[in-house]
């Protein structure tokens, strides 16, 4: 595959798009229940498409649509009329429902014909649905095409495979045939007058080489006290939380262990970074800390032991991503190992979200089981994160097809100077330097609490061989990062003093104003004044558009509404900064940034997608959809509760 992709190789867009899931399988369509006339439609499990196409006739002819009704995460109606095989008059008498269900395997259809008209009603069902074996990431680059595996038909059912994915199409007595935009589904019915009949199919799949799994039994979400006061936030979590049920995943050699699936269509699978801040967010309302102990142990089950620069492993380190095979991503030049290391920031957020589940009840039994998992990953801020030993963690891509940006804007373009020049790395984030300070106090309440597990307890290999440390080692650790930060990354503009977003590799303060500047607060490593210098910042015109936090201010010369991490509004982005203003007391400025959010939320009929534009609300009165926005994402939707607490003042039990 060349890195040089056609003219017509689009992204697919999402925004106008119907979608139905229960992790690991999902399906795109039309809101009127047809499959393909959009580049996203499908049915897919996992990282597979199974199927692009569906159609469906009644009597050779297509229904009406009149509305889709979402009833949960998982499945959705289609209604429609059927005025073809009516009587004469202006009422509509017969209609068809599509009831679409996605399980953790594939999906269920079913067809209801109902009649209010005096006599029987006989006609065909006919469905037609294209088997399909492609990549998620071909259809992501837009290079999917037309492909048609070769099908093996027994009576009433079909099967074809591919890649190491093997599916099944129950017709639930249907004829099925073969044709040449697929297979035809045919059921001869009769509908009895005042009454309804229901037709349908089952399409299941199996991946041999799938690394994750889904969740069938059902989520316990803690109650919400107080309860929201706002119709829009109930509203937002109502959703969210139901979202999040259908997002749950486990490993295959993990299935006690329950984790968030980063988001759809794209990110059915386990990421570091996303899964623990969703696991974060969800804390509140986390009942039995499922989500938090699963995140967890999963994460510290795939913890790095060794140095492989292939991977970006490196001890003690925790992964960025998983899937089945590697990931080639055309025309990007990025291609990534089936477990990929490359992120600068997840290990740190993983001591903080141990430390924030025992605050939250986290047994202390369990605590203990991961000592060891805590103590290597603090070795690894101090032995491989700071790779230059200038007391900062920093990142760089070693090996020319990864991520070239590893915090959470991993974009190549969102670290850059005012004037719109990229930066060259070794990269030192300003957010991870907070991270890790709040990790390195994390992790020393905890030695304190609980003893350490041991120096080099999973095989560091430490070049340092310092040993993993006291509590009051690592408090004099995040005190000399603490002085490093406030050296080196404080600029001014005319607007007064500020945190660069970054460091780069010559050490020079990347001067551009992002939403970065958020993550810092509640880290503990502001003073309250430098703190009130940030929360200004983070409302002012420039960050805050009405709709939430810009990534990128508007005085910046790579600034636009509608870039990935130059400009949009990210959703738990803009949550991170509402827990931050909170954690710092400063009320009126998280409850400016939550109204953002709010006001978004019902455009988007209460699903907060990944991100949308940074137009100004005062400019366009409704948020811009970012078309190509995956949604629901786990952090989005887990982002409602985090400004749930900031607004509701919910505080962890333990001291």
Known sequence: MTDTLPAT????????????????????????????????????????????????????????????V???????????????LDDPGADPDVRASLSRTATTTGIRERVTLTSRLDR?????????????????????????????????????????????????????????????????????????????????????????TAVVAGVT???RWGALDPAPVDDRLARWLDRA???????????????????????????????????????????????????ARGTLRVLAGLQGTSR??????????????????????????????????????ATALWICLLHDAWRW????????ELLPHLTAALEWMRDYGDSDGDGLLEYVDETGHGLSNQGWKDSGDSVQWQDGALATGPIALVEVQAYAYEAAMAGASLLDRFGSAGSGSRGSGSDSGSGS????????????????????????????????????????????????????????????????????????????????LRTMSTDSAGYWPLSYHGGSVWTHDTAIAISGLAREGFADEAATLSEGLLSAAPWFDYRMPELHSGDAAHDIPRPVPYPAACRPQAWSAAASVAVWQALAAVHPPRP
């Open 9 to 68: 190789a689009l992204q697919p867009f999402l925004d106008a798009e119907t979608v139905v899931l229960r992790a690991p399988a999902q399906a795109w369509s039309a809101s009127d229940g047809t499959m393909g006339g959009a580049a996203i439609h499908g049915v897919y499990l996992g990282d597979v498409r199974i199927a692009s196409a569906l159609s469906l006739t009644v009597g050779g002819d297509e229904p009406e649509p009149i509305a889709t």
């Open 70 to 84: 979402p009833i949960d995460a998982s499945t959705v109606r289609f209604e429609s009329l059927l005025r073809l």
């Open 120 to 208: 029987e009603i006989e006609t065909t069902v006919t469905m037609t649905l294209r088997p399909d074996i492609t990549t998620m990431e071909l259809v992501k680059s837009g290079l999917a095409a037309p492909f048609d595996p070769r099908t093996e038909r027994g009576t009433g059912s079909c099967a074809w495979s591919g890649d190491g994915t093997h599916v099944t199409l129950d017709g639930r007595g249907a004829t099925i045939d073969e044709a040449s935009n697929g297979l035809t589904l045919a059921w001869p019915v009769v509908v009895p007058a005042h009454g309804a009949t229901t037709v349908g199919f089952d399409l299941d799949a199996r991946a041999t």
């Open 217 to 219: 039994s059902p989520a």
């Open 241 to 291: 939380l139901d979202d999040l049920d259908a997002l749950r995943l486990t490993t295959a050699s993990a299935p006690g262990d329950v984790f968030l699936a980063a988001g759809a269509p794209w990110f059915f699978t386990l990421f570091g970074r996303d899964s623990i801040w969703a696991a974060r967010f969800l804390l509140p309302v986390d009942d039995g800390l499922r989500v």
């Open 308 to 345: 492989v620069a292939a991977t970006a492993e490196q001890p003690g380190k925790i992964m960025h991503e998983l899937r089945s095979q590697t990931l080639t991503i055309p025309g990007e030049g990025i291609s990534l190992p089936p477990l990929y290391f490359g992120t600068v920031d």
């Open 361 to 368: 009840g986290l047994p202390d039994a369990e605590v203990r």
């Open 469 to 548: 440390g006291s509590g009051d080692e690592w408090r004099a650790w995040a005190a000399r990062l603490r002085a490093r930060l406030h050296e080196t990354f404080w600029i001014s503009d005319p607007d007064g003093d500020y945190l660069a977003i970054a460091l780069d590799a010559d050490k020079r303060a990347v001067d551009t104003v992002t939403s970065n500047l958020g993550h810092v607060l509640g880290t503990g490593i502001l003073s309250p004044s430098q703190a009130a210098l940030i929360a200004r910042r983070l409302v002012s015109p420039q960050l805050s558009s009405g709709f939430g």
